[in-house]
């Protein structure tokens, strides 16, 4: 695989704080993004840091409020991937379907099965990935 880990250049949304209105508008936002990938609740507690599904429902029920401080980070690094798919693919079908394709950048892997092993890490690999291309 590609090393994509070592980007100086690619936002990662590490080392900032986000206030809990940042953080509650982003959990709206990624309840209609994980949505439209039409991911499981435990492909997407996954892809949130191990938030339970308890939680994660009452997100779906309005009951945003105060985080881990790494979900943030992720659910933004999530965001930044589909702002990416968005400019690479002109139909959004496309770029919905993108992250589970497999992908050689990833070994024959999808970008889901990557980000899927759990870390935040993985999920930033991804997103360099998809920024890498989006520059080009």
Known sequence: MTDLHHDPG???SE???????????????ILKLLALWKL?????????GGISISEFQGWREGQYG????????RMSNLIGI???LRRLFSD???DYDWIKRPNTVF???????????GHLTDIIVVRRHL??????
């Not at 206030?19 to 508008?25: G, I």
């Not at 105060?66 to 980070?73: G, H, N, R």
């Not at 920024?131 to 080009?136: D, L, Q, S």
Request: aromatic share 4%; hydrophobic share 35%; net charge negative.
């Open 82 to 84: 589909h702002k990416c």
């Open 10 to 12: 690619m936002p990662t």
């Open 131 to 136: 920024f890498a291309e989006c520059e080009t």
């Open 15 to 29: 080392g900032i704080e986000f206030t809990l209105a940042e953080t509650q508008a982003m959990q709206r936002a």
């Open 107 to 117: 070994d024959g892997r999808s970008a889901l099965e990557v980000m899927l092993k």
């Open 40 to 48: 499981t609740d435990d492909q997407v507690t996954t892809l949130l």
């Open 92 to 94: 959004p079908e496309r």
């Open 66 to 73: 105060s985080v881990d401080p790494e979900t943030p980070i």
